[in-house]
């Protein structure tokens, strides 16, 4: 039974900054599995955004790279989301997922 819990989302102006937290249950051994953010703007396909190894390792869509951070509290089973510098086009609902698991969603919206 795996749940994903995420949180943090919410209205920010352009230029500003949000971190999405995403608590994991149900995941025996958490450290040794990827953890990734999506997002879904309204009328687009889900995108990848962000992903990050049990170990570390990270991997961006250009589209964030430079403005956004993924990090994991193995501790807390937790994996973030900072995001920096967000602009309009960030605005979308963000998922965290691991392998065929989604949390609810989160409301991202970037606006003046």
């Known amino acids: 039974q795996v749940q994903l819990v995420e949180s943090g989302g919410g209205l920010v102006q352009p230029g500003g900054s949000l971190r999405l937290s995403c608590a994991a249950s149900g995941i025996t051994i958490f450290s040794m599995y990827l953890m990734s953010w999506y997002r879904q703007a309204p009328g687009k396909q889900r995108e990848f955004v962000a992903v990050i190894s049990g170990g570390g390792t990270t991997n961006y869509a250009d589209s964030v790279k430079g403005r956004f951070t993924i990090s994991r509290d193995n501790a807390k089973n937790t994996v973030y989301l900072q995001m920096n510098s967000l602009k309009p086009e960030d605005t979308a609902a963000y998922y965290c997922?691991?392998?065929?698991?989604w949390g609810q969603g989160i409301q991202v919206t970037v606006s003046s």
């Open positions: 997922n691991y392998q065929h698991y």
